[in-house]
């Protein structure tokens, strides 16, 4: 299993020494730290995951849920 690049900066301990660790996004995480990241979006996309064969790099583009629609904001009936 090759490093995985991080999206977002993570805090964890060292599973051996328990040392703080601090990764940067853009970081390259060894397999054995990555498996202690649990959060998907922890991780830059692989690129090789993303694309179905044919280049459009879209493979599951219409399988996924529309989006929720966003929540309108209430006007405020408080003033003085």
Do not use: W, Y
Not at 10 to 31: C, K, N
Not at 40 to 68: I, L, N, V, Y
């Amino acid at each position: 299993m090759a490093s995985k690049r991080l999206a977002a900066a993570v805090h964890l301990s060292h599973p051996t020494t328990g040392e703080r660790l601090i990764l940067l996004p853009g970081d390259q995480v060894p397999p054995e730290l990555a498996a202690l990241i649990t959060h998907a979006d922890a991780f830059q996309p692989d690129p090789e995951a993303e694309h179905d064969g044919d280049g459009s790099g879209d493979a599951d583009a219409a399988d996924d849920p529309p989006a929720k629609p966003a929540r309108a904001r209430r006007a405020r009936t408080d003033t003085e």
